[in-house]
């Protein structure tokens, strides 16, 4: 059975770097798929950040691309967000999960992972 | 960029009816559609993929339709479990979800 699991802190400082790491279980990222960050603000939407295949390619929401950075660890099984220069409107839920498409398409996301709030004040 | 539409924002509905819900995209997506459920709290659930496939697991009086730019999901009689927000997601490029669609008890 593939989990997902959100890590990270639950509370930023304006201006600095949000990290966030998901762990895998139960399916090898190595193997295919793509692997992402959607994120859906306090009684808001959903909202794609992005994702990253298990080449290595990766896939950002135009209008958070200057400000993300989605890697991963094949040695460990997880993939990473980082999200700069974060102010309040960053403020939200975010959720990793597994887009089950074929390069060139992200896919469906099939698996998601429970979700962590992610809380940017000073 | 693609810009996804849902229709309507909020829906009244009681046990037994049956729901549609409506996504338009701003161009043409072939079938790249999917649409997923999720109840307060939780994570999104997946539906529906490549416009009309069911997901495994998912109930049967879930369908979808459409291509193109106009697509549909429909419940075919609604079950207490259904009181949900639904979303529809376009996966052609890259990945822009609508802005959701409440269905609550009539």
């Known amino acids: 059975q593939v989990q997902l699991q959100e890590s990270g802190p639950g509370l930023v400082k304006p201006s600095e770097t949000l990290s966030l790491t998901c762990a895998v279980s139960g399916y090898s990222i190595s193997s295919g798929y793509y692997w992402g960050w959607i994120r859906q603000p306090p009684g808001k939407g959903l909202e794609w950040i992005g994702s990253?295949?298990?080449?290595?390619?990766?896939y950002y929401n135009p209008s958070l691309k200057s400000r993300v950075t989605i890697s991963v660890d094949t040695s460990k099984n997880q993939f990473s967000l980082k999200l700069s220069s974060v102010t309040a409107a960053d403020t939200a839920v975010y959720y990793c999960a597994r887009g089950r498409g074929s390069y060139p398409l992200i896919g469906a996301f099939d698996i998601w992972g429970q979700g962590t709030m992610v809380t940017v004040s000073s | 960029d693609i810009q996804m539409t849902q229709s309507p924002s909020t829906l009244s509905a009681s046990v037994g009816d049956r729901v549609t819900i409506t996504c338009r995209a701003s161009q043409s997506i072939s079938s790249w559609l999917a649409w997923y459920q999720q109840k307060p709290g939780k994570a999104p659930k997946l539906l529906i993929y490549?416009?009309?496939s069911l997901e495994s697991g998912v109930p049967s009086r879930f369908s979808g339709s459409g291509s193109g730019t106009e697509f549909t999901l429909t419940i075919s009689s609604l079950q207490p479990d259904d009181f949900a927000t639904y979303y529809c997601q376009q996966y052609n490029s890259p990945v822009v979800f609508g802005q959701g669609t409440k269905v609550e008890i009539k």
């Open positions: 990253i295949y298990h080449s290595g390619s990766t």
């Open positions: 490549k416009a009309s």
